[in-house]
């Protein structure tokens, strides 16, 4: 008999993208593995270094990176530290050069809970278009917000990342408001739109037909810290 595909996965291939809120979410997670360690996954956005690449000389964003090579089964084999790289027909403000991001801290790189989110990339996205292995790419993003300095998810605008699959995925936000994800079909229409507000709350991005973005995020109260933390995971057949 053929198997039950979840809302998310029907709305994925329907639509070339889809919201999952965090409690389904997390219930979906935690059947490709363990989140046993979120606790402190989720506190190691507190030891990000400063992106030293934006074009706008700002000091909104934290990032760690790290790269895998992920097989069909969900195993995954961590490569050795490299540059993130982005042609600047993806991104025209970034684009073009190797950026040296800190790596993920090795606690962080190994544990259960990232090994978790992988396996459910491997999982879901591979259901839609199988490959025999992946090249993953893993982003730790904490977007600070400030009264005098918004905070720039995605300072290049609405944009396409150059892989076959994207997933965002709400770590925690604190003090913020805005930070709205859009989504566009390639001629530029908007599709729809979210906000990711709970943790575990994910989007989910058919890189070939939707372009997206964030709007900038703004402190709710400017006397104290504000911020937004996702991690980024891209798939690129290989």
Known sequence: ??????????????????????????????????LADWPDFAQSWNDLAIDAYLADHGRYRRRRHAVYTLAADGAATR???????????????????????????????????????LRWCARHFGALAPASAWRVEV????????????????????????????????????????????????????????????SCDAALVDDHRIRHGVTPVMPLDPARPAWRDVLVVTLKAI
């Open 79 to 117: 490569e050795p530290h490299q540059p993130h790289y982005q042609s600047r027909a993806y991104n025209p403000l970034h684009g073009g050069i190797d950026r040296w991001f800190e790596p993920l801290l090795p606690a962080i790189g190994a544990g259960a809970s990232l090994a978790t989110v």
């Open 1 to 34: 008999m053929p198997v039950d595909r979840p809302p998310f996965a029907l709305a994925l291939a329907r639509d070339g993208y889809a919201f999952v809120p965090g409690a389904a979410m997390r219930v979906s997670l935690e059947t490709a593995g363990s």
């Open 139 to 198: 982003h730790q993003f904490r977007i600070e917000a400030r009264a005098d300095e918004p905070g720039k998810p995605t300072p290049e605008g609405v944009h396409r990342d150059g892989v076959d699959w994207v997933l965002v995925l709400l770590v925690a936000r604190e003090n913020i408001e805005s930070g709205t994800t859009t989504v566009h079909a390639l001629d530029g229409r908007q599709l729809g739109s979210f906000t990711l507000t709970q």
